[in-house]
């Protein structure tokens, strides 16, 4: 069965800190690849995604992930956050023999501090 | 459109009794999913739908759920005899058909239906 691991439940930052968040996944065939992000008091939504050809993606606000499939692993970067960054991260995952059912990690929590 | 809208958004309800949930995805999504999530965890899959055909129901799920989209639009979740345990957040979500190409199977979420059960 899918499963996703993120490495740290919560993160504290100050502005401008460089970000790394882990994520590893346990599947042998071919995913696709998310982080999903929940700001305070907001749905769910989409970060970045990995699909196929260039393993380094860029998301909105400056977030990109690296895809190591030797590793099966999807890791968030982002060189300087901010304040509004604050929010809790989901990694996730899905596959075609999986019927593209999408599995989601427990998430990370962020603050960033002003 | 308005995105996946969920409703109610928060219902409290005693132990025993039966609570439904209604989901509205986005009018061109066929594949509807349904997740639970409580306090530190991530969604929890528990089934989805590719137009009103159920293809999947996750085995952590037990026969007092059931979910159903009869015209291939709006969902419904049920939970017969709540206990205190499905205390969580319910979420929708939909995707187009991951067979119409890449980036057909990203999700879009609803605000999600609080459940507290007493």
């Known amino acids: 069965a899918q499963s996703v691991s993120q490495h740290n439940h919560h993160v504290i930052l100050s502005e401008a800190a460089s970000l790394e968040l882990g994520c590893n996944y346990s599947?042998?065939?071919?995913?696709?690849l998310f982080w999903y992000v929940q700001y305070p008091g907001q749905h769910l939504q989409l970060l970045l995604k990995y699909f196929s050809g260039d393993p380094l993606v860029k998301g909105i606000k400056g977030f990109e992930a690296e895809f190591i499939k030797s590793k099966f692993s999807f890791n968030l970067r982002k060189p300087s956050v901010q304040w509004s960054d604050t929010a809790e991260y989901f990694c996730?995952?899905?596959?075609?023999?999986?019927?593209?059912?999408?599995?989601f990690g427990a998430g990370t929590r962020l603050f960033v501090k002003a | 459109d308005t995105g996946v809208s969920q409703d109610p958004r928060h219902k409290i309800t005693k132990r025993g009794q039966n609570v439904t949930f209604r989901c509205d995805p986005i009018?061109?999504?066929?594949?509807l999913y349904w997740y639970r999530q409580t306090l530190g965890q991530g969604p929890e899959f528990l089934t989805y739908f590719q137009n009103e055909a159920q293809l999947e129901k996750s085995r952590l799920l037990s026969d007092r759920f059931s979910a159903e989209r009869p015209k291939g639009s709006f969902s419904t979740l049920e939970i017969q005899r709540t206990e205190q345990g499905d205390s969580a957040m319910y979420l929708c979500?939909?995707?187009?058909?991951?067979?119409?190409?890449?980036?057909?199977?990203?999700?879009?979420f609803g605000a999600g239906s609080r459940l507290t059960v007493l």
């Open positions: 599947y042998g065939g071919t995913v696709n």
């Open positions: 996730a995952v899905n596959a075609i023999t999986g019927g593209f059912k999408t599995i």
């Open positions: 979500a939909s995707s187009l058909d991951p067979g119409t190409g890449s980036g057909a199977n990203v999700l879009t």
């Open positions: 009018s061109e999504h066929n594949r």
